[in-house]
T-cell receptor
Framework: AQRVTQPEKLLSVFKGAPVELKCNYSYSGSPELFWYVQYSRQRLQLLLRHISRESIKGFTADLNKGETSFHLKKPFAQEEDSAMYYCALSGNTGGFKTIFGAGTRLFVKA | GAGVSQSPSNKVTEKGKDVELRCDPISGHTALYWYRQSLGQGLEFLIYFQGNSAPDKSGLPSDRFSAERTGGSVSTLTIQRTQQEDSAVYLC????????????FGAGTRLSVL
């Protein structure tokens, strides 16, 4: 069964510290993985997707098929990174239904 | 339109009443999704429409929930005989080829059942 697990509900770091938001998934085929972000009083929006292999706002995420993980990382957190982050998985079975994790709230302290 | 539009933005209702939530997707987007966002529960998939295909209703929590999409555009999510546990933010998203998997979200409808 498709499943996305984000083990941390809340992650608090100091400004300038490295941050890693964990995401593990379960999927029998070849999934596409995403990170979505929701800033305070803003809409949920795409942050990055694994096939793009790019850095967005200093964040990167590498798909590790062996560990079935797609952790989101940033070497130096900024206060404006404080937001709710959702890891998501989409596959081509059953259409393009996307499964979201429970989300991790990141709080970057000054 | 500029983005996915949802109405109303807030809805307060009494337990047992029916409610209708509306979603206007981005023009031309063929896929439309409904999610429920509850505190501590993340995003719960409800239903997915893709073009003229039969919708994927596998996420609807009970038969009190239903959704339709008329003319391949606007969608309405209906909750009958609302219960307090239905209180949540209901999000709509749409997508379209070639990036079918990238979803664009509306601002949501916050439903409060008293």
């Amino acid at each position: 069964a498709q499943r996305v697990t984000q083990p941390e509900k809340l992650l608090s770091v100091f400004k300038g510290a490295p941050v890693e938001l964990k995401c593990n998934y379960s999927y029998s085929g070849s999934p596409e993985l995403f990170w979505y972000v929701q800033y305070s009083r803003q809409r949920l929006q795409l942050l990055l997707r694994h096939i793009s292999r790019e850095s967005i706002k200093g964040f990167t995420a590498d798909l590790n098929k062996g560990e079935t993980s797609f952790h989101l990382k940033k070497p130096f957190a900024q206060e404006e990174d404080s937001a709710m982050y959702y890891c998501a998985l989409s596959g081509n079975t059953g259409g393009f239904k996307t499964i979201f994790g429970a989300g991790t709230r990141l709080f970057v302290k000054a | 339109g500029a983005g996915v539009s949802q109405s109303p933005s807030n809805k307060v209702t009494e337990k047992g009443k029916d409610v209708e939530l509306r979603c206007d997707p981005i023009s031309g987007h063929t896929a439309l999704y409904w999610y429920r966002q509850s505190l501590g529960q993340g995003l719960e998939f409800l239903i997915y429409f893709q073009g003229n295909s039969a919708p994927d209703k596998s996420g609807l929590p009970s038969d009190r929930f239903s959704a339709e999409r008329t003319g391949g555009s606007v969608s309405t999510l209906t909750i009958q005989r609302t219960q307090q546990e239905d209180s949540a933010v209901y999000l709509c998203a749409s997508s379209s080829p070639p990036n079918q998997n990238i979803q664009y979200f509306g601002a949501g409808t916050r439903l409060s059942v008293l």
